[in-house]
């Protein structure tokens, strides 16, 4: 079974404080790993998608990195407009998974200014 | 272009009672994947269509279904609810491939009383 385990649960930061979100996951044939970024009362937004280890993606002050094992998600010089539920989700490879995403439970950033 | 839509955005049911909810894709967009989202259990995926046949499902029980049209657009449909049902229920569509990115729309807010 795909497991995805986000840490930490909550992380709050200061405007300026760089850190890292982590995603460790669990699955039979990595298709591919999603970011995703969710605001109280809304759908996710789509943030990245990574496909194979050693791969790096980047918007804005995000980052997005990819080894065999987890994920991070690097926020660098956050504002409070960074603020939200950051959620990682994998896709595995296999004939009767189609497009299935197994989300973590997310980690809740709050940035103070 | 437009976003994912769903209909309605708010919605609230006695025990008992069943419900339906709709989906409309990005225009181009063939697979619709519908996840129920609450507090305890993250996310979780329900099913998945393209081009109107049931792609993948989740552990859910058959009080849970769902169709899609030959427009793409979907319902899903939850019969004889329970307290437990009420959830935000998103929608995802994505173009055919896997892997794509998957957009998601507002949600639909239940509340079973």
């Known amino acids: 079974e795909d497991q995805v385990t986000q840490s930490p649960e909550a992380l709050r930061l200061q405007e300026g404080e760089s850190s890292s979100l982590n995603c460790s996951y669990t699955?039979?044939?990595?298709?591919?790993l999603f970011w995703y970024r969710q605001d109280p009362g809304k759908g996710p937004e789509f943030l990245f998608t990574?496909?194979?280890a050693g791969e790096e993606k980047e918007k804005e002050r995000l980052k997005a990195t990819l080894t065999k094992k987890e994920s991070f998600l690097h926020i660098t010089a956050p504002k409070p407009e960074d603020s939200a539920t950051y959620l990682c989700a994998v896709q595995a490879r296999g004939e009767t998974s189609g497009s299935r995403l197994t989300f973590g439970e997310g980690t809740q950033l709050t940035v103070n200014p | 272009k437009a976003g994912v839509t769903q209909t309605p955005r708010y919605l609230i049911k006695t025990r008992g009672q069943q419900v339906t909810l709709s989906c409309s894709p990005i225009s181009g967009h063939r697979s619709v994947s519908w996840y129920q989202q609450t507090p305890g259990q993250g996310l979780q995926f329900l099913f998945e269509y393209f081009s109107e046949t049931q792609r993948n499902k989740g552990n859910f029980p058959g009080r849970f279904s769902g169709r899609q049209f030959s427009n793409s657009r979907s319902e899903m449909n939850v019969s004889t609810l329970e307290l437990g049902d009420s959830a935000l229920y998103l929608c995802?569509?994505?173009?055919?491939?896997?892997?794509?990115?998957?957009?998601f729309g507002p949600g639909t807010r239940l509340t079973v009383l």
């Open positions: 699955v039979s044939g990595l298709r591919g």
């Open positions: 995802a569509s994505s173009l055919a491939g896997l892997a794509a990115k998957q957009f």
């Open positions: 990574l496909y194979s």
